[in-house]
């Protein structure tokens, strides 16, 4: 006998020595598929579930299913736990998924059909010490530029991310809105707004759309995020938000009118050639319900 026990499509075996579960994941990176759990040693805390904490701190093995169940990757080997913040828009999607189906104090074991080599596996900034993660972001977010500028945006991206994640997690460590939080959330932002670019060459408009709104929800005076956001709005037709996010960029900086102006002009050209997609359109609704009547 089973029964649900979340809206993470659980189930509780009824027999309390384990846990088995079935996971649903799937994520703009990969295909869909199914992870097995197994508890191996249950919580003392059956509702204090990870998924209600900012930050997480866990120790993992990884291992082929092969007969020899080869390791690949162990982080009690490495003598550094892992760690990851929930919830972050730049979050290690696998992980949160494994993670949030657990409770603080839980040992548990996944099988997911996902095939990867050892050869493919690379150790992630997790192993990090904190002043290690400092050191790699200005040397992320260079090669990110370098792969930018050679239109290798998909690439770039996966740079940019790499480099916010070792931000956001030294950032949980500090205290909100003070000095060294805020050094650390200007470099995030920065890097946010590189991804951004990348993101609206790869036409992915609404997260751009997405991140750009986060940031200026939290800084509302960064004129590219209104710029870039602007620009995300052009090319969905959302043409009020396009000119209200282009005006506010010439009230922060007049020194942009002329980038502004170029981006206006676009606007105005997509409009056009909507309205005369919409004429003919509603023009061929309209001809087939006078055919109908007569």
Not at 193 to 219: A, K, P
């Amino acid at each position: 006998m089973f029964s649900p026990v979340c809206p993470f499509c659980r189930v509780l075996c009824k027999n309390l020595e384990s846990t088995l579960i079935s996971l649903s994941f799937a994520s703009k990176e990969t295909d869909f598929f199914v992870i097995f759990k197994v508890v191996l040693r249950l919580s003392e805390d059956l509702l204090k579930l990870f998924l209600w904490t900012l930050a997480v701190t866990f120790h993992f093995r990884t291992q082929l299913c092969d007969d020899e169940r080869t390791v690949i990757d162990d982080s009690k080997a490495v003598g550094t736990p892992m760690e990851i913040v929930i919830g972050n828009m730049f979050k290690l999607d696998i992980w949160e998924t494994l993670l949030s189906s657990m409770r603080i104090g839980e040992v548990a074991e996944f099988w997911c059909d996902i095939v990867v080599s050892p050869s493919e596996y690379d150790r992630e900034s997790w192993a990090l010490s904190d002043e290690e993660r400092l050191k790699a972001v200005p040397v992320l977010h260079g090669q990110g530029n370098k792969l930018y500028k050679q239109g290798r945006y998909q690439e770039a991206t996966q740079k940019y991310k790499e480099a916010i994640i070792c931000i956001k997690n030294v950032q949980t460590k500090e205290k909100a809105w003070e000095v060294p939080w805020m050094k650390l959330e200007k470099m995030a932002n920065t890097l946010t707004l590189n991804y951004c670019q990348c993101l609206l060459r790869m036409e992915e408009y609404y997260e751009v759309i997405e991140h750009t709104t986060d940031i200026i929800n939290q800084h509302p005076g960064i004129v590219k995020a209104y710029y870039l956001r602007g620009k995300a709005h052009v090319e969905v037709w959302n043409e009020a938000e396009a000119r209200q996010d282009f005006s506010r960029v010439l009230d922060l900086n007049p020194g942009m009118k002329k980038a502004v102006k170029k981006e206006l002009a676009i606007l105005n050209m997509r409009m056009e050639e909507k309205n005369e997609e919409d004429k003919l359109k509603y023009k061929g609704i309209l001809y087939f319900s006078h055919i109908l009547i007569i």
